[in-house]
């Protein structure tokens, strides 16, 4: 099941180019080998490129996969201009220029606010060979964000055969989830009948939320919710955001956003019913120390991975301890982190320490299996105060321990087919982002 040609056949998940630098494990523990590479320059003239999240599109040959990306400006404090897209035919070395999605654009909202979409995440589903493009509404007014958000739902749009879709919200008819419920940024698992198994978070304005699994029928138009398991709970500030599935080991697993210094995993086998969250901790018990940001899985034919941020000595004054992004094995037994095997997947840049404000920051990150051998983590980074610039990143990690390629030569970006007309992008705005 798990062959080459089975991997390029579903499509793994993707990124980018530019390479600067090669991180080797040490030989105690061998393990992959990291390549850190810069997609855009902070200094380079244009928008500050956020949540790039990519997947990939099997081709119908024995050629590599296509690369398929969203990603959109960011110009404030959770405040994004619409979503674009880009394509990359040679593994990520060179990409199409970016292009607007149009129907994940800005549009009229009541009383002079305008809707955005955010928190976009494409997946390639097999069972309708199209790209499932699924994020959640957020609503502007002016140049910011608006304080004062009407309901917020699931948002997405799907691309096939060259062509974007209508944009459609995703219902769930649960009074749980009148005033949001939302399944941005998560990780999903298609079955082999087509269905998508993902999550929610859900709850009341002011209330801390919960989470549940959530199992959604898909066609290639239209996702539907067919059932929802047990509620996950935390009273502790916003409680659990930002869940991500995976399935490993016959068992389907969830991650957990938290507002108590700890994310959480939780196991279920159907992905509807999950038991008791735990906390992420070493192979030793000691429980990591992580701020309310996402954690996203690595998951391999023969072993599954974590990344995330977590306190460490380089960081103890960034905000949210949001650098470096780390990786470690997960012990699929115990559901803990084994200690040996952490990684440093981006490296913190500048001094956490004495000028933290400076650091940029890597909270929104997605995982994507490129080929069998590659897997890539792309991330739009960002300095609190350093104005809205940041790199856009990339790092591949080859599990073949072979070394990385010399650079790609430069080339022309290539052009995507047109895509329509996007929404408008507003002015700057140079306040942190505490989403």
């Not at 087509?194 to 929610?200: E, L, P, Q």
């Not at 697993?253 to 735990?278: F, M, N, S």
């Not at 115990?334 to 920051?361: C, F, H, K, N, Q």
Request: hydrophobic share 40%; net charge positive.
């Amino acid at each position: 099941m798990n062959t080459r040609r089975e991997f390029l056949r579903r499509g793994g998940a993707g990124a980018l180019a530019v390479a600067v630098g090669a991180a080797r494990a040490p030989a105690a523990e061998k393990g992959p080998v990291i390549e850190k590479v810069v997609l855009r320059r902070a200094e380079d003239e244009g928008p500050c490129w956020f949540h790039p999240r990519a997947c990939m599109i099997p081709n119908a040959g024995d050629g590599p996969a296509r690369a398929f990306m969203t990603l959109q400006p960011i110009m404030g404090s959770d405040y994004f201009g619409p979503v674009h897209w880009t394509t990359s035919d040679d593994l990520g070395r060179t990409w199409s220029d970016k292009q607007p999605v149009p129907p994940l654009g800005w549009e009229p909202a009541a009383e002079g606010a305008s809707e955005g979409v955010c928190d976009v995440v494409p997946e390639w589903h097999a069972a309708s060979r199209s790209v499932l493009a699924l994020g959640h509404n957020v609503f502007y007014r002016g140049p910011k964000f608006e304080k004062n958000q009407p309901p917020r739902r699931p948002v997405y749009a799907v691309w096939k055969d060259g062509a974007w879709g209508a944009r459609r919200h995703l219902a769930w008819d649960d009074a749980r989830g009148a005033d949001i419920y939302s399944n941005g940024c998560g990780q999903r698992v298609d079955l082999p009948n087509g269905d998508v198994i993902m999550s929610f978070t859900f709850g009341a304005k002011g209330r801390p939320r919960s989470v549940c699994g959530v199992r959604c029928a898909f066609d290639g138009e239209t996702l539907a919710v067919r059932a929802t398991g047990n509620a996950l709970t935390n009273t502790v500030g916003r409680g659990l955001l930002e869940p991500s599935v995976t399935r490993f080991g016959g068992r389907f697993l969830v991650t957990l956003r938290a507002e108590d210094e700890r994310g959480y995993v939780a196991a279920g086998d159907d992905g509807l019913t999950y038991g008791p969250p735990q906390a992420w901790a070493w192979d030793d018990g000691e429980p990591l120390a992580m701020s309310t940001t996402q954690q996203h899985w690595l998951t391999r034919p023969d072993s599954l991975w974590l990344v995330y941020t977590r306190r460490d000595a380089s960081n103890l004054n960034v905000m949210r301890w949001r650098s470096p992004l780390f990786m470690a094995r997960v012990d699929a037994r115990t559901l803990r982190l084994v200690r040996a095997t952490e990684r440093v997947v981006l490296p913190l840049v500048g001094d956490g320490i004495l000028a933290p404000s400076l650091v940029p920051i890597m909270g929104n990150f997605h995982v994507t299996n490129a080929t069998p051998d590659e897997s890539w983590v792309t991330v739009g980074s960002w300095r609190p105060k350093g104005g809205l610039r940041g790199d856009l990143l990339m790092a591949r990690i080859r599990w073949g321990g072979a070394a990385p390629p010399p650079p790609a030569p430069a080339a022309p970006a290539r052009k995507a087919p047109p895509a329509g007309p996007g929404g408008a992008v507003a002015p700057a705005d140079e306040e942190p982002m505490y989403n």
